[in-house]
């Protein structure tokens, strides 16, 4: 009797995970015929059930979010090793983000399928290959459904909302790191150091065939042999693999309220959104954007569909990416200058056979004025421009080093945040480095994400000794993190620090001067400095708009005076050249 209880004991431990009674890994979306996507508790209810019974997947609790929630990474493994920095010495690693966007959930379900049928065998398991994903990035936003905000989105039924719990929109936010989520993000990302990152997204925009469209990372701006394998390679095989699974495929279709038979532009990702951020550590990026119009559900098989052979592509090249890789972060090092900001080379361009509507502009019943109406009975296939190559508009030599005054702690905190090596001073030193005035800029007239960005910098130089206190930073940029460096800390980069308002303190005057006195001192200032008096002078005669306002005249004196602060417009971040 005993042998046989222990028989009996075995068979029930020897039973496989997909047969306990417990576990029912049939998606939400599944379940209700592909017209529901599952709520941010029974995605984690799931993949908690998921690593229980098979021990490929395992998921952690990685830190907050803005909504008080945890935000979670899901890893399968094959060979059930879930320490990164093991994982990194013979596999490449994917990072799947999930529901950035909850409106857009097509992610989170296709993913959910993705990793049940990797450990159930319903897809051959990749030998080289990790898979980790943020499986509802935006907790707040998913936490807040509704039916109707997705105003033009083709179901699923109900869905998150694109703000997060602070109503921020977190694929701007990757950059300036203002809620919870995007740390996080920072802290998982570097943990993990994927070599591809997809983000899972819904287009908005015109109407035509395809499902899917792809937005890869601009590979100009990723640069060098890691940004021409992204063009010539990983993309073109994205799309011959998609074909083969019966999918189409086009760039993404990046026109607003237009038929776009004209032709289009790639998008340019800066930093603030998912691709331009892991574009920095040279991650190979890209947003999956399926059409908001098609059905739910065939719009997560198609996400499906593209995550399964982006696994693919990884699994056949991943010893290329990862010397690509590699080769890249050491090549960068060595750049003497260093591209800011890019615009399309009209002069480069390729033709893709688009599949699309006609459209026709018909009077508004509503307006009475023009607008534009698709007509789907007329499906057409055209050649098509598409502007896919940029050029730089700003460049900037490379310093050797930055000098960071400890009291601009939130921006050295975002530099710890992601892995930035820095040394700090032990003793008070003075360096003769390379200074930054703020010359001029402008600045949005609206809000943009809980700030007002300025645009359109300019900088004077100029070579200055400072003193540096004990506890201050020296960050050379000849490490990992050279391209965050450089797009964070040079102020005309479109998102560095300062356009993103970190700095706004330098750009206030804080001392000024009483006009009744200051005449008898700005006298004497002219007096004892001729050269200034001719200039002034010149002004004066040149500029009539300056030769009628009495206080213009003082100002100018005065900001040309030693008493003038020296802190207004005084870029506080300084270079190291030589």
């Given at each position: 009797m005993k042998r046989i209880l222990c028989i009996l004991l075995f068979a029930v431990a020897c039973k496989s995970p997909n047969e306990n009674p417990d576990y029912d890994f049939e998606t939400h979306f599944e379940?209700?015929?592909?017209?529901?996507?599952?709520?941010?508790?029974?995605?984690?209810?799931?993949?908690?059930?998921?690593?229980?019974?098979?021990?490929?997947?395992?998921?952690?609790?990685?830190?907050?979010?803005?909504?008080?929630?945890?935000?979670?990474?899901?890893?399968?493994?094959?060979?059930?090793?879930?320490?990164?920095?093991?994982?990194?010495?013979?596999?490449?690693?994917?990072?799947?983000?999930?529901?950035?966007?909850?409106?857009?959930?097509?992610?989170?379900?296709?993913?959910?399928?993705l990793f049940r049928d990797l450990v159930q065998g319903h897809i051959s398991p990749p030998k080289n290959t990790v898979l980790a994903t943020i499986p509802?990035?935006?907790?707040?936003?998913?936490?807040?459904?509704n039916s109707t905000t997705r105003t033009n989105q083709n179901g699923p039924k109900e869905y998150g909302f694109r703000g997060n719990a602070r109503n921020y929109d977190l694929n701007r936010d990757f950059i300036k790191c203002d809620t919870e989520n995007a740390q996080t993000f920072a802290r998982i990302f570097h943990l993990v150091e994927p070599d591809v990152f997809i983000d899972?997204?819904?287009?908005?925009?015109?109407?035509?065939?395809?499902?899917?469209?792809?937005?890869?990372?601009?590979?100009?701006?990723?640069?060098?042999?890691?940004?021409?394998?992204?063009?010539?390679?990983?993309?073109?095989?994205?799309?011959?693999?998609?074909?083969?699974?019966?999918?189409?495929?086009?760039?993404?279709?990046?026109v607003f309220n237009r038929v776009p038979d004209l032709g289009f532009s790639q998008f340019m990702d800066y930093p603030r959104y998912s691709s331009g951020y892991t574009t920095l550590f040279n991650t190979l990026g890209m947003m999956v954007e399926t059409h908001m119009l098609?059905?739910?559900?065939?719009?997560?098989?198609?996400?499906?569909?593209?995550?399964?052979?982006?696994?693919?592509?990884?699994?056949?090249?991943?010893?290329?990416?990862?010397?690509?890789?590699?080769?890249?972060?050491?090549?960068?090092?060595?750049?003497?200058?260093?591209?800011?900001?890019?615009?399309?080379?009209?002069?480069?361009?390729?033709?893709?056979?688009?599949?699309?509507f006609e459209g026709e502009i018909k009077k508004s019943e509503i307006t009475g004025l023009d607008r534009?109406?698709?007509?789907?009975?007329?499906?057409?296939?055209?050649?098509?421009?598409?502007?896919?190559?940029?050029?730089?508009?700003?460049?900037?030599?490379?310093?050797?080093?930055?000098?960071?005054?400890?009291?601009?702690?939130?921006?050295?905190?975002?530099?710890?945040?992601?892995a930035v090596e820095m040394t700090l001073l032990e003793k008070d030193t003075t360096i003769t480095v390379e200074s930054y005035n703020i010359l001029s800029y402008e600045t949005r007239k609206t809000p943009y994400e809980g700030h007002y960005m300025h645009y359109g910098t300019q900088i004077q130089k100029s070579v200055r000794t400072v003193n540096f206190a004990k506890g201050d930073y020296l960050v050379y940029t000849r490490q990992k993190a050279f391209r965050y460096l450089i797009e964070t800390?040079?102020?005309?980069?479109?998102?560095?620090?300062?356009?993103?308002?970190?700095?706004?303190?330098?750009?206030?005057?804080?001392?000024?001067?009483?006009?009744?006195?200051?005449?008898?001192?700005?006298?004497?200032?002219?007096?004892?400095?001729?050269?200034?008096?001719?200039a002034f002078a010149a002004k004066k005669s040149g500029e009539m708009d300056f030769a009628t306002n009495w206080y213009a005249q003082l100002d100018w004196i005065h900001k040309h005076s030693k008493y003038y602060e020296k802190a207004h417009l005084q870029y506080p971040v300084y270079r190291i050249v030589d």
């Open positions: 379940k209700t015929g592909g017209s529901e996507t599952a709520t941010y508790r029974q995605t984690i209810k799931y993949y908690n059930d998921l690593a229980e019974a098979y021990p490929e997947i395992s998921i952690d609790s990685m830190g907050k979010t803005d909504a008080g929630k945890p935000l979670h990474l899901v890893t399968y493994n094959p060979d059930a090793v879930f320490d990164f920095s093991e994982i990194r010495k013979n596999k490449r690693i994917i990072l799947i983000n999930n529901g950035i966007h909850p409106g857009e959930p097509d992610g989170i379900d296709a993913t959910m399928m509802v990035y935006n907790v707040g936003g998913s936490l807040n459904r899972n997204h819904v287009s908005n925009g015109a109407d035509y065939q395809y499902t899917l469209t792809h937005l890869f990372t601009q590979h100009n701006k990723l640069g060098g042999n890691l940004g021409h394998y992204l063009h010539t390679k990983m993309m073109p095989q994205l799309e011959k693999k998609l074909a083969e699974k019966d999918w189409d495929i086009t760039p993404y279709v990046n098609k059905p739910y559900k065939q719009r997560v098989e198609g996400t499906y569909g593209l995550m399964i052979s982006m696994m693919e592509i990884t699994e056949e090249n991943g010893e290329t990416i990862a010397e690509l890789r590699k080769n890249a972060s050491l090549e960068i090092q060595d750049r003497k200058t260093y591209a800011l900001d890019w615009e399309v080379d009209a002069t480069k361009t390729s033709i893709l056979d688009f599949k699309g534009l109406k698709y007509d789907r009975s007329k499906p057409f296939t055209k050649k098509v421009t598409y502007q896919n190559h940029f050029k730089p508009t700003v460049e900037v030599d490379v310093p050797k080093a930055y000098m960071i005054p400890q009291g601009w702690w939130n921006v050295i905190d975002l530099l710890k945040l992601n800390l040079e102020p005309q980069a479109p998102d560095s620090f300062f356009n993103w308002n970190f700095f706004d303190t330098v750009l206030q005057q804080k001392e000024g001067f009483s006009p009744y006195v200051w005449e008898d001192k700005a006298l004497e200032v002219l007096a004892d400095d001729p050269e200034l008096y001719v």
